[in-house]
């Protein structure tokens, strides 16, 4: 029920900013040069995520429980410091276009584009259950239950949302 309303509002948050539904007027203007920024910002917080993610499935791996915690609560605080600037950028100035050929937009960067945006959303249910769970049992108890199995799933999808949202990234960006 948690994970649910939690997902619930999170998507709301998020197709809200896209279609920029609701007044962004109550939001908090910010220097150009700022809003500029947030794109590779959020390419170096994609990065980074990358990097705790990998490093919190080692650790649990290697039996490390405490840095695993650590690793993935770092993941969890990265993913909702994106999402905030991500949602603040777009709710006022909108999605960014793509800017390169209409056959690269069309048959590369729309895919690539439509993958990432789906394993975000798919994900987010997914990274809420496993983080419900861990924080409801006990460490010891935690095998016993979808922790480790959910978890496996979630980081890999969380993994490539990631590294396609900075390919996403790359191509508005430097390439185009």
């Known amino acids: 029920m948690v994970t649910a309303l939690?997902?619930?509002?999170?998507?709301?948050?998020?197709?809200?900013?896209?279609?920029?539904?609701?007044?962004?007027?109550?939001?908090?203007?910010?220097?150009t040069w700022l809003l500029e920024a947030i794109p590779h910002v959020n390419a170096?917080?994609?990065?980074?995520?990358?990097?705790?993610?990998?490093?919190?499935?080692?650790?649990?791996?290697?039996?490390?429980?405490r840095r695993?915690?650590?690793?993935m609560s770092a993941t969890f605080a990265l993913f909702v410091t994106f999402l905030v600037l991500y949602l603040y950028?777009?709710?006022?100035?909108?999605?960014?276009?793509?800017?390169?050929?209409?056959?690269?937009?069309?048959?590369?960067?729309?895919?690539?584009?439509?993958?990432?945006?789906?394993?975000a959303i798919v994900c987010i249910p997914l990274v809420y259950y496993v983080l419900l769970l861990a924080y409801?049992?006990?460490v010891a108890e935690l095998p016993n239950t979808a922790h480790p199995r959910v978890g496996k799933v979630a980081a890999g999808m969380w993994l490539v949302s990631f590294a396609l949202?900075?390919?996403?990234?790359t191509m508005?960006?430097?390439l185009f």
Not at 6 to 31: E, K, N, Y
Not at 46 to 56: D, E, L, Q, R
Not at 68 to 71: F, K, T, V, Y
Not at 165 to 169: A, P
């Open 136 to 138: 409801s049992y006990s």
């Open 165 to 169: 949202g900075i390919v996403v990234y």
């Open 44 to 65: 170096v917080i994609s990065a980074t995520a990358i990097g705790t993610i990998v490093w919190g499935i080692r650790a649990v791996k290697g039996g490390d429980i």
């Open 89 to 119: 950028r777009v709710s006022l100035l909108g999605p960014s276009d793509f800017g390169g050929p209409a056959a690269i937009e069309t048959f590369v960067y729309l895919p690539i584009l439509a993958i990432h945006i789906l394993l």
């Open 6 to 31: 939690l997902t619930i509002v999170s998507l709301a948050l998020v197709f809200g900013a896209v279609l920029r539904v609701g007044p962004a007027t109550a939001l908090p203007a910010a220097p």
């Open 68 to 71: 695993h915690q650590r690793l």
């Open 172 to 174: 508005l960006y430097w």
